[in-house]
């Protein structure tokens, strides 16, 4: 028996893990109590990173579809066609014909993270997408608009907060997110053993909000009024304290003109929240020793997603709790992902079809069935993805379904045949998980606490097998560009750059990680803008205040779909690991019993849910935790055709109801607060 330490890459968390073998087999998964960040914290997912090792369904070698269906090839063989494929489109067609899409677990990998530029450098197309459109654009266009940078993202700093407002998470089920913070649950109650308050505004009651001080129902969409009224506040009651933050801000003045007609009691009926409830609850944030206000998917992926992030940074900047103790902090990541950037624009260019903006090198992924089905100049004719399962994450997700299908090449770098990539001509199947080196690029740059950690390989890759960052460079190298470079290299030497000045050695030495201590502040020198100031108004946000003017003058009516997560489910890829699944379905519809009364349904009853884009039909579950007129639906299910998935596991993909029209003015998709009917199926 050995044991054997590493990082839980599943999730934002990065939880440490010690880890039992016999040989390469794997006994036991627990928290490293030795692990100075997470302490022992772990979750039920981290047990199915043993599962994955031995899983009949993982695929092992390349595969091509067929006339007869798939068949296994060599990886030559593979990459000869693809390299040939790709590169016979990009001649013909050029550089844009050809798409990339790289999806969620590509943060949680870092050979994927650190090679895929090379990949796309010398493929040359600009047709790039990625899970960031629907996720955290609006928060990364903020912070590009007001801090010079979209990679510069503070984050709550919970170990020392007296207050945290919690708009549109649930990080009990997600454990967290855009704040790498194992154990979220300890912190909630610490800070409130402390004296502190933990307040969450949420169209459902969920697990967060019934461990918090106090659960604000809202209606979905409306949080951007909530916090124009919160700020209105602000200004009216003479509680703007911005302390060190008054000498490098410009723009007080047009955030306060901009919230001048948004009174809490102009906002109540619309966000379902009364006028003296949101006075006091600015009153507390603004009063309490230190605050932090935090939004999350529930804020990003709504129609109004970056007026709500640039309102939430600007409730902590206008507080003064923005670069300070107990409020928002800058993470100081021992391999800094920040790189300078100069002057940063936002919308450079355009998509081909319906000109949505571009954001840091990429277009949003709401785009991209049109872009595929559109016939011109840089249609989109091969696709090459990784990380993603868009079919089943991305909104009218049976419309990308077709433009997939109408491809001339698609290639898939993926473990598993997948809604998604089912619909590739080769899929490559990656040595993943367990069989990693892994330094986590991503979250160590977004931890609470300043940290590091490089988890090895726990048991070797299978002798044929190829990492991600060996396939994605081979690739590279085909289609022009560098060899490939082991990221361990990479990782070395941004380490002995960095401000620590570390090494891998040194990680190496330290298995369950570093502690480098609390977060510090980092203003005004860490701003970007090349002036050196935090722009508290960007015109982009003020541009959108017209349609929030017009938003508010209609009427509440009929129901409202939105997502969910649950601590057991991961997003789309996950669902047939029976450990986790159990017999018990996860994908339901909650509705309030009053909801379920008028419709004359009992729990189970299937019920019929329609939008614009189409229909599912889904098993209600009645809860007094959820809103009235809200309906929740958890996302990444919809795996009718996998026989590797349980049937009670199967579900239904919640967005083929969400609209690919809906968007943020980032781009993002508003996959949150799709208008829908409901009958009884
Ligand atoms: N177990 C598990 N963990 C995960 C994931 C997973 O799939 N499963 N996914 C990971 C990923 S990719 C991410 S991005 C993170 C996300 O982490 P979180 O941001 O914590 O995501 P959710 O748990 O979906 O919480 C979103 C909350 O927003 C609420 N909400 C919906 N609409 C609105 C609205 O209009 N206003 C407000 N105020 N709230 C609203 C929902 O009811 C829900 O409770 O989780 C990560 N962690
Ligand atoms: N309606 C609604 N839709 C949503 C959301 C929501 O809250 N509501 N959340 C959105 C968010 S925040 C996100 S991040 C996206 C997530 O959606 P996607 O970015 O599409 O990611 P996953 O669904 O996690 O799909 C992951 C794929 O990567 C593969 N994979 C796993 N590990 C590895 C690896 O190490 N290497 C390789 N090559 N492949 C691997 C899996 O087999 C799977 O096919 O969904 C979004 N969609
Ligand atoms: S919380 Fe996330 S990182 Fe921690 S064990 Fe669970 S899946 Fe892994
Ligand atoms: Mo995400």
């Not at 349904?601 to 229909?615: P, Y």
Request: net charge neutral.
């Amino acid at each position: 028996m050995t044991t054997k330490y590493r990082a839980c890459n599943l999730c934002e968390a990065i939880c440490g893990l010690e880890i039992e073998l016999e040989g390469d087999k794997v006994i036991s998964i627990r928290g490293d109590a030795a692990d100075p960040f997470s302490k022992g914290h772990i979750c039920p997912k981290a047990t199915a990173l043993g599962d994955m090792y031995t899983d009949p369904n993982r695929l092992r070698t390349p595969i091509q579809r067929t006339a007869t269906g798939w068949e296994s090839i060599s990886w030559q063989t593979a990459f000869d066609e693809v390299a040939s494929k790709l590169s016979t489109i990009k001649a013909r067609d050029g550089a844009n014909a050809i798409a990339f899409f790289i999806g969620n677990p590509a943060v949680h990998n870092s050979g994927t993270l650190l090679s895929m530029p090379s990949l796309m450098r010398a493929v040359g197309s600009s047709n790039r997408y990625s899970a960031t459109s629907v996720d955290q654009l609006p928060q990364q266009v903020m912070s590009g608009l007001m801090l010079g940078n979209p990679n510069l993202l503070p984050v709550p700093d919970l170990s020392r907060t007296k207050y945290w407002l919690i708009l549109g998470a649930n990080p009990l089920a997600s454990n967290g997110s855009l704040m790498t913070a194992p154990g979220v649950k300890d912190h909630l109650k610490n800070i409130q053993t402390r004296g502190g308050k933990v307040v969450v505004i949420d169209p459902r009651r969920t697990e967060t909000a019934k461990v918090a001080t106090e659960h604000v129902f809202i209606r979905p969409s409306t949080d951007a009024f909530l916090l124009l009224a919160m700020i209105h506040v602000l200004f009216a009651e003479n509680l703007v304290k911005m302390g060190k933050l008054e000498h490098f801000t410009d723009g007080l003045e047009e955030i306060r003109t901009a919230v001048k007609h948004f009174t809490p009691e102009r906002v109540a009926k619309k966000t379902g929240i009364a006028s003296e409830d949101i006075k006091r609850i600015t009153r507390e944030f603004s009063s309490a020793e230190s605050a932090v206000a935090y939004g999350r998917i529930g804020l990003s992926i709504q129609k109004f997603g970056a007026v709500c992030q640039w309102l939430v940074y600007a409730l902590n900047m206008l507080t003064g709790n923005f670069d300070r103790a107990g409020g928002m902090m800058l993470p100081s990541p021992a391999f800094e992902t920040v790189r300078s950037k100069g002057d940063w624009l936002f919308g450079r260019s355009h998509t081909r079809v319906r000109g949505l903006p571009e954001t840091n090198g990429e277009f949003p992924v709401a785009a991209l069935a049109e872009e595929i089905l559109t016939e011109g100049q840089d249609q989109v004719r091969a696709f090459v993805i990784t990380c993603g399962n868009p079919v089943l994450s991305t909104p009218n997700g049976t419309k990308l379904e077709t433009a997939l299908e109408s491809l001339e090449f698609m290639v898939a770098i993926d473990p598993y045949i997948t809604e998604t990539t089912r619909h590739a001509h080769i899929i490559l199947p990656p040595a993943m998980g367990l069989e990693t080196n892994h330094y986590d690029v991503t979250f160590l740059s977004l931890a609470v606490q300043n940290y590091a950690k490089y988890s090895q390989a726990t048991i070797p890759k299978a002798e044929n097998a190829m990492y991600d960052w060996e396939i994605i460079g081979e690739l590279a190298q085909r289609m022009g560009g560098d060899a490939p470079r082991d990221p361990a290299e990479i990782i070395d030497a941004g380490l002995k750059r960095g401000r620590y000045q570390l090494s891998l050695e040194q990680l190496k030495a330290n298995p369950h990680g570093i502690d480098l201590g609390a977060l510090t502040e980092q203003f005004p020198e860490r701003i970007q803008n090349p002036e050196k100031r935090i722009r508290l108004a960007p015109s982009l946000v003020l541009s959108d205040l017209e349609r929030l003017e017009n938003d508010l003058e209609t009427k509440n009516e009929g129901y409202i779909l939105i997502g969910r997560r649950e601590l057991r489910s991961n997003n789309s890829w996950m669902h047939h690991v029976n450990r986790l699944n159990r017999d018990q379905p996860r994908c339901t519809a909650i509705l309030h019993p009053e909801d379920a009364k008028t419709l004359g349904a009992t729990n189970g009853t299937n019920l019929r849910i329609s939008s614009r884009v189409g229909s599912v039909t889904i098993p209600l579950e009645i809860s007094a935790d959820m809103a009235r007129g809200v309906i929740s639906i958890p996302h990444g299910y919809g795996h009718a055709t996998r026989n590797d998935v349980a049937n009670h596991a199967k579900g239904v993909s919640i967005n083929d109801l969400t609209d690919e029209l809906e968007l943020d003015i980032s781009g993002n998709a508003a996959l949150n607060g799709t208008r829908v009917t409901i009958a009884l199926a």
